[in-house]
């Protein structure tokens, strides 16, 4: 003990690393690894409200968590052990659980063995209570393969968390979650209202989320659900944030759902990341700092870099409302801003480490964990416009059928000048070439930094995840000159609503205009705008094979699930 607080000392004395607060080491060298076997038979499942979780696996260690509804100060003592049983217990730790971070607890637990599988829980003497079993792992030296499965976007009104209860149940290995874990809107807001039947989930607060105990609160009725209970307590994952976890549309200092009437943005920022870093700890960076990018190593085979597109270093969206004058879109201004070398989704720190990362990568896949779009997603400037208006919400049934006929004749332009018609006017041609980038939200709004990160990646075997959209897409990745850098998966939403919504598209009307946008958008090789789901991605050393997984209700209980689409990279 004495050597320990000598070390803590030194450490602060260098400048070395300390843990954040609510991140607690357990070393091998900290705990007797023999301890004996907490005798929790005569216990009760009690106080562990939330659940268990465990995050950010590595070839030696793992972050596992809980939060106890008892007293703040009380003891917990987690147990890690090899089998189910806790006859072979590998490691306990002691701590104490503090109001300060919500009586959240979260364990790095260091030097373990590789290929591990992993069994966990907390206890408290004291209290005779003692949470439910986690089950999680440390990766192997030289793995074959691993599967993930990677989701984004649930919105607690908007629907049962049937997805995450899919995933608890499948053979994944890890889960990728690409953010929008949580949304801010208070009750009424979006997904609720109209968008959902489902009764008995209003959310808490009712009000809009923005100081430090709204964001607490949200997060404990998240975690409070059973299917996402499940998911981690049978999964570790890895997670990043969108802008939901803070506001909607966040940028670095900024987001259009936020006002003069609800704070300084930076205060609430803050607020949301410190929920944040008690609700889902990260591995190797600042709990309480804006930095969550990140790498892990998957035993060679897989370079995982988690990405922050969102908060850290982005630069405001541009707004197509903005370049609107008494002639039109004003497309030169526009496009001078767009191309702007000095603009930036990732911030320039993050940018150099990601390109250095490429470079020194010598895993067989490189996958880029993040939140938004990277395909060029650009359409004819009219179906943009028209579909923007109906998207809005300001519009009336002869929009929809304008668009729906608009959509037909431009597919059939298009297919023309591929078939080189020659009866094929200018004026024709324009309207399908005249095209400009459909989400300014997305990487298509930065598109001087994407040329730089695939340009580096050149050479690789580069996958990059999204999420945000809420709708699945598959993108080829082809820097400014057409070549071919890597394919974009991108996974359906947990809940939260599509382009079926805005677009009132149903089972009918959806597969039309699916492929209406493959036709019309070069890149674009599958998009499903209807469903929720996830994706489930398996990579070896030879390829990645990819699944969109959805489910057919999220307004019951009671819902199927089926394969989608599937694809080998």
């Avoid at 070069?522 to 990645?544: I, M, Q, T």
């Amino acid at each position: 003990m004495q050597r320990r607080k000598f070390l803590n000392k030194a450490l602060l004395a260098s400048g070395g690393m300390i843990l954040p607060l609510n991140l607690v080491s357990c070393k091998s060298d900290e705990e007797n690894q023999q301890s004996p076997r907490i005798e929790v038979e005569s216990f009760q499942q009690k106080n562990f409200e939330h659940g268990v979780a465990s995050f950010d696996p590595t070839l030696d260690g793992v972050i596992i968590w809980t939060r106890y509804n008892g007293e703040s100060g009380s003891e917990l003592i987690a147990e890690i052990a090899s089998d189910a049983g806790f006859e072979n217990i590998i490691r306990t730790k002691k701590a104490i659980v503090d109001s300060a971070n919500d009586n959240t607890l979260s364990i790095e637990v260091r030097d373990l063995d590789s290929g591990l599988k992993l069994y966990y829980r907390f206890s408290c003497v004291k209290d005779q209570a003692v949470s439910r079993v986690g089950n999680t792992l440390t990766f192997a030296q030289d793995i074959s393969s691993i599967k993930m499965a990677v989701c984004s976007c649930s919105n607690y009104p908007a629907g049962y968390f049937n997805v995450y209860k899919e995933i608890a149940e499948s053979d994944a290995d890890l889960v990728v979650h690409l953010g929008d874990y949580i949304y801010e809107h208070g009750a009424g807001g979006y997904g609720s209202g109209d968008f959902t039947k489902v009764s008995g989930r209003d959310v808490k607060p009712s009000t809009e989320i923005i100081s430090l105990d709204d964001y607490r609160t949200r997060y404990k009725q998240y975690r409070g659900d059973e299917d996402l209970m499940l998911a981690h307590q049978n999964k570790p994952f890895i997670c990043v944030w969108d802008d939901h976890e803070i506001t909607d549309n966040t940028y670095k200092n900024g987001a259009v759902n936020h006002n003069e009437g609800e704070g300084d943005f930076n205060e609430r920022k803050m607020n949301a990341i410190k929920a944040y870093s008690e609700y889902l700890p990260k591995l190797n960076v600042d709990q309480g700092s804006e930095r969550i990018y990140r790498h892990l190593e998957i035993g060679g085979l897989v370079d995982l870099l988690m990405l922050d597109t969102r908060v850290y270093g982005r630069d405001k969206q541009l707004d197509y409302a903005d370049y609107f004058t008494d002639t039109g879109l004003d497309v030169a201004k526009f496009m001078a801003d767009l191309t702007d070398q000095n603009r930036t989704i990732l911030g320039v720190e993050q940018r150099q480490w990601l390109i250095e990362k490429s470079t020194t990568s010598q895993a067989t896949w490189q996958v880029l964990g993040q939140q938004v779009l990277m395909g060029k997603m650009v359409l004819p400037v009219e179906l943009l416009l028209l579909t923007n208006q109906v998207a809005s919400g300001n519009s009336d049934e002869e929009a929809f059928i304008r668009l729906q006929t608009l959509i037909g004749e431009l597919v059939a332009i298009k297919m023309r000048i591929e078939a080189n018609d020659p009866t094929l006017t200018d004026h024709e041609k324009a309207r399908v070439t005249n095209a400009l980038p459909y989400n300014l939200d997305a990487w298509d709004g930065y598109p001087v930094e994407r040329e730089m990160v695939l340009k580096a990646f050149q050479g690789k075997r580069l996958i990059v995840l999204a999420g945000d959209t809420h709708n699945a897409w598959n993108n080829d990745l082809t820097d400014g000159e057409g070549n071919l850098i890597g394919q974009e998966l991108a996974t359906a939403s947990v809940t939260s609503p599509g382009l079926e919504k805005y677009l009132n598209l149903d089972s009918q009307s959806a597969p039309a205009f699916e492929q209406a946008f493959q036709v019309l958008i070069s890149d674009l090789k599958y998009l499903n705008a209807k469903d929720r789901g996830y994706l489930a991605v398996v990579f070896d050393n030879n390829s990645a094979n990819v699944e969109w997984i959805y489910i057919d209700a999220i307004e019951s209980k009671s819902y199927n699930a089926s394969k989608g689409h599937s694809v080998v990279v």
